[in-house]
Structure formats: structure tokens, C-alpha cells
């Protein structure tokens, strides 16, 4: 039982070059969410999405773009890479929404644009 | 808006002190609070939750109790360890989505 993962783990990109990271959950859950982490901001809601076949904007939506392939996977993707998207990317996952559930983390990916 | 205010880091402690870490929140409605605690390399995991007002949350000699009327969630523990040196995160879920909102992260450093 391998909870989240994450994949790449550590990623280096230029300027305009797009890029994929990839997130999978094998405990079954509905819904899915993507955060980043910036020094002395805590984590901020990227993308989420409730239950398979549907994605919403969370705080910190622009540049970004996600897709929920299946209930599994949650991808996340940058078409055209920034140096304000520097940071580390966290994908979660927990049962649907009750407003009491607990949200299990991957391990994270370090981005790097240059 | 919801919103969650933890005390500034980092808080260094010697081995077996005590250990307090503030929050406060702003919320509509009947929030879920949460400690999640981020080991060096490693993402968030939950140390412990509480769903309703006067629930306390208690894990690994963590205690944190959901004080509505001060809209407080302070996270506390008797005698603190190296190993407990970590970053840590208070943070608030309402229903509407299942959105968690952190703070901004307190860093801990325990030495011997």
C-alpha cells in the first residue's frame, strides 16, 4: 500500500518549456488535490478535484492546468513554465469531502525553473 | 474568508521542555481543525485532529483542543524530543469542498 505518489521527485526546467507531474493514490479515494509550498506562505490549493471526472480551481490556479484521468491519477501540468512557479509541488488525496476527513500527502516535487 | 494564523518560526527548544505552538483561526461556519507535521524531505502527515468544539486531538504525546470560543487550536506536548524536530502546520477544513486552508508553518528545533 503505497499511499500517494508523486513522480518526478526533483525537477529542473528553462523559461516557456512545459512539464507534467504526475500524482497517484492506491487507498481508493474520491478526491484529489494539488498544493505548492512557498517559504513562510504554508501550502495553497492549486487544483482539486472532488470526485473523478470533475476539476475546480483552488487559490492559486493561473499557469496551471490539471486532469483527472481516472479515480487513481491526478495530474498537473505547467504548459509554459515561469520562474514564479519555483517551488514544491504536493499532491493529496481523501474521501469525499465531509469537511471532517483527513487529506493524505505525497512525497512532493522539487521544481526548478531557471 | 477562512484563514489561519500560526505563531512565527523557528522555536528552539532543549530536550524534554515544553512545547507550545499558537493558532487562531477565522472561519465561517463549524470548521475541522488539523495538525499536519513535515519531517526534513518528507511531505505533510497528520499528527492530529479535531472535528467540534472542545474535541481534543491527541497523538505521539501531542494534545490540541478546539477552543470555539477563542477560535484556538494551540498544539501542545510535555517533554519534546530530537526526533520531534519538524516543521509544523495548523490548518482548517470546512465542508464546502473539502478545502484545507494552512498556516503558514512553525519550525522546531530540538537539541540535547
Known amino acids: 500500500n503505497a499511499g500517494v505518489t508523486q513522480t518526478p521527485k526533483f525537477q529542473v526546467l528553462k523559461t516557456g518549456q512545459s512539464m507534467t507531474l504526475q500524482c497517484a493514490q492506491d487507498m481508493n479515494h474520491n478526491s484529489m488535490y494539488w498544493y505548492r509550498q512557498d517559504p513562510g506562505m504554508g501550502l495553497r490549493l492549486i487544483y482539486y478535484?472532488?470526485?473523478?471526472?470533475?476539476?475546480d480551481k483552488g487559490e492559486v490556479p493561473n499557469g496551471y492546468n490539471v486532469s483527472r484521468l481516472n479515480k487513481r491519477e491526478f495530474s498537473l501540468r505547467l504548459e509554459s513554465a515561469a520562474p514564479s512557479q519555483t517551488s514544491v509541488y504536493f499532491c493529496a488525496s481523501s474521501e469525499l469531502g465531509t469537511g471532517k476527513e483527513t487529506q493524505y500527502f505525497g512525497p512532493g516535487t522539487r521544481l526548478l525553473v531557471l | 474568508g477562512n484563514s489561519v494564523t500560526q505563531m512565527e518560526g523557528p522555536v528552539t527548544l532543549s530536550e524534554e521542555a515544553f512545547l507550545t505552538i499558537n493558532c487562531t483561526y477565522t472561519a465561517t461556519g463549524y470548521p475541522s481543525l488539523f495538525w499536519y507535521v513535515q519531517y526534513p524531505g518528507e511531505g505533510l502527515q497528520l499528527l492530529l485532529k479535531a472535528t467540534k468544539a472542545d474535541d481534543k486531538g491527541s497523538n505521539k504525546g501531542f494534545e490540541a483542543t478546539y477552543r470555539k470560543e477563542t477560535t484556538s487550536f494551540h498544539l501542545e506536548k510535555g517533554s519534546v524530543q530530537v526526533s520531534d524536530s519538524a516543521v509544523y502546520f495548523c490548518?482548517?477544513?470546512?465542508?464546502?469542498?473539502?478545502?484545507?486552508?494552512f498556516g503558514t508553518g512553525t519550525r522546531l528545533q530540538v537539541t540535547l
Open positions: 490548518a482548517l477544513l470546512t465542508g464546502t469542498a473539502s478545502k484545507l486552508t
Open positions: 478535484s472532488a470526485s473523478e471526472g470533475t476539476t
